[in-house]
């Protein structure tokens, strides 16, 4: 851990938040430190951007983008992201924090894995890679450096989607390619473009170097390295270390094919069929390939081999794996010489093959009568994770599901025995699966316009589910009515929530009604009623003639529609004369709308085009709070008084 003492942001809060507490990493991208999150009262990583980087806009956007979407993986093997923050000139993530070492640690301590262990870590590697895949996340840094080992042993893959980000940015980085370069796919060197198939490809060289304890192309220079990549293979391990499967072989050079077509096609893929050589090894394949390179006098038919270049051999017992880790024993060429010239050594080695030959004879009376259960069975899909116990000659029982903040529904949540035990071949194992994420309140979002209520949905942690429109009369056009299922039940955000959206008023059909009762009608809604005067033959007199909007469309409170009315006629006995009389009918009685609680001015707009004479009192406040009169009718023309108040 670098010294902390000149660090400024050690002991600094964070967006009044996140108390930062020790320095634990520097990268070229930022910088990672150890915090609390002091309102929940728990550890976190805090990953903060390098300055110079944040002054770059574009690069800013992507990262948050990308830091958005790998929060949104929920996987047991997935370094969480729990939120992306800005407080001033620094811009940071906060992060599920690991206590543990790096799968880049443990290589450095033992120089290469066995192929069963290699296998073993590689499963809950790629399943937290298949995760991604699913989800349209292409990792783009797979190494050991992002494989983190907890202290209790599980696998946890870091930095999703920020490989994405830092390649994304118009600035020019120098040394940003230097420690990835090693892992790059041919199509990453030659264009910068990368799909999960280019994942794959680092996902097969790190498998080669988990094998044979270094990386397939190595130069002096970066640039040296990646015109390997483009211009030569990933050999074989077998080729470094003898011994190995040809189907482990096959692993390596299949996934880091030159052509992206004839690799896995994502990391699910790769993942079955990783897992299916697993399940075909010998249980004891990585102790034989351990004791064959320790002597020339091997139980094996394989010639020996010694420790591969980059570092010194050392095997994983895949039952312990990742947890404990058991450093290979080293013999130099020079001690074989010194055994062979005395009795004393002779003795020793032949002591060594009786014990290999005994252990041999144990391993015959044993196996078959044990197995696994695999570590990468958690986060798995239930019907996959049955299919791969079943096929191991183990029996699978399903317990109920049950709520899990980390794992999907449907996926596996815990094992009984735990991912790891050893069992009885022909046991049972109980697989408890997953029903979502803790159902918890949906938010009520009456109201809000659309984009307001996706938002706010989702700050929530709920998936927005289909959009339905329906006619409203108390909710306006465009605006939320309610939920599917309703504010403040609960649901787990697994499952998705439906909007409702309002369509507005529906506007009645008033064609040959009275012009005076359509216009009031409308009033009564909330409208402003705008009445043309057309004389039309064949129609009642003072009918409405025309509407606009049309019956059935949608209408909101205060939107203007129009009525056009057939102009009346004034009858004496038997025909039509004009006796002194205009179309406003004389001194006709009509109906007050009641518009208390409405704003003063559309209130007194309305009563105007109602034909009455408005006489605006009292003050402090923009609304209706008194009307009189308040209802019946009323002399066209006659004075209604509204009393404002707040």
């Keep these: 851990m670098d010294a902390t003492g000149a660090d400024p942001l050690v002991g600094r809060v964070l967006d009044g938040r996140y108390r930062i507490e020790s320095r634990v990493a520097r990268g070229g991208m930022a910088t990672v430190y150890v915090a609390r999150d002091i309102r929940l009262d728990r550890v976190v990583a805090i990953k903060i951007m390098h300055a110079g980087l944040a002054a770059d806009e574009d690069f800013v956007a992507r990262f948050i983008g990308e830091a958005k979407a790998a929060a949104a993986l ?379 209520a996706k938002q706010t949905l989702e700050d929530e942690g709920f998936k927005v589910g289909r959009t339905t429109s329906t006619p409203s009369q108390t909710v306006e056009r465009d605006r939320v009515i309610g939920t599917d299922p309703d504010a403040g039940e609960r649901r787990s955000p697994d499952e998705p929530v439906g909007i409702i959206l309002s369509t507005g008023m529906s506007m009645p059909g008033l064609i040959g009604q009275d012009g005076d009762t359509a216009a009031n009608r409308l009033r009564s809604m909330g409208l402003n009623v705008k009445v043309e005067k057309k004389k039309v033959d064949g129609k009642p007199s003072n009918s409405v003639v025309e509407q606009n909007p049309a019956e059935g469309e949608g209408v909101s409170r205060g939107d203007e529609v129009t009525l056009v009315v057939n102009k009346r006629d004034c009858l004496v006995d038997a025909g039509p004369i004009q006796w002194g009389c205009d179309d406003d009918g004389g001194e006709q009685s009509i109906p007050v709308p009641d518009l208390t609680g409405r704003r003063v001015d559309d209130a007194k707009k309305a009563l105007e085009d109602s034909g009455f004479r408005v006489n605006v009192t009292g003050f402090g406040g923009d609304n209706v709070r008194f009307q009189s009169p308040r209802d019946g009718e009323a002399p066209r023309g006659s004075t209604v008084t509204i009393v404002r108040g707040p």
Excluded: C
Excluded at 227 to 255: C, M, W, Y
Excluded at 416 to 435: C, F, I, K, N, Q
């Design 74 to 452: 929920s996987h047991p093997n997935v370094v969480a992201v729990y939120d992306q923050r800005t407080d001033g000139e620094h811009v940071f993530l906060v992060m599920e924090y690991v206590a543990g070492h790096t799968l880049r640690d443990a290589l450095g301590s033992l120089g290469r894995l066995g192929p069963r262990a290699a296998l073993e870590i590689m499963q809950p590697v790629l399943a937290a890679l298949g995760a991604a895949h699913r989800a349209g996340l292409v990792h783009r840094d797979v190494k050991p450096e992002n494989v983190l080992i907890t202290e209790d042993g599980q696998v946890k893959v870091a930095d999703f989607g920020l490989a994405r980000a830092e390649t994304a940015s118009k600035m020019t980085k120098t040394g940003v390619i230097i420690g990835t370069v090693g892992y790059l796919a041919p199509e990453q060197v030659m264009t910068g473009d990368a799909d999960v198939r280019s994942d794959v490809y680092a996902a097969g060289v790190m498998l080669f170097e988990l094998l044979t304890g270094r990386l397939p192309h190595r130069g002096d220079t970066p640039l040296a390295v990646a015109f390997q990549h483009v211009n030569e293979k990933v050999p074989a391990p077998s080729s470094v270390v003898p011994g190995i499967p040809l189907r482990v072989d096959e692993l390596v050079t299949d996934a880091t094919s030159h052509d992206p077509d004839r690799r896995p096609r994502d990391a699910n893929q790769y993942l079955a069929e990783v897992a299916e050589v697993f399940g075909g090894l010998p249980r004891d394949i990585d102790r034989r390939i351990e004791e064959a390179s320790r002597t020339e006098t091997s139980v094996l038919e394989t010639p020996p081999m010694g420790p591969p270049a980059g570092g010194r051999t050392a095997v994983l017992d895949a039952a312990t794996l990742p947890r404990e880790y058991a450093p290979a024993a080293e013999r130099t060429r020079a001690d074989r010489a010194i055994g062979a010239l005395t009795g004393r050594y002779v003795l020793v080695a032949l002591g060594t093959v009786a014990a290999i030959i005994l252990g041999w004879a144990v391993w015959y009376q044993t196996s078959g009568q044990y197995e696994h259960v695999p570590r990468s069975i958690v986060g798995m899909k239930l019907t996959d994770a049955r299919d791969r116990l079943e096929s191991s000659g183990l029996k699978v029982r399903t317990a109920k599901a049950v709520y899990d903040d980390r794992v999907h529904k449907g996926d596996v949540v815990k094992t009984d025995p735990a991912a790891g035990s050893r069992v009885a071949s022909g046991a049972t194992v109980t697989l408890t699966p997953s029903r979502g994420i803790t159902p918890r309140k949906v938010p009520d979002v009456s109201g809000k316009s659309l984009p307001e």
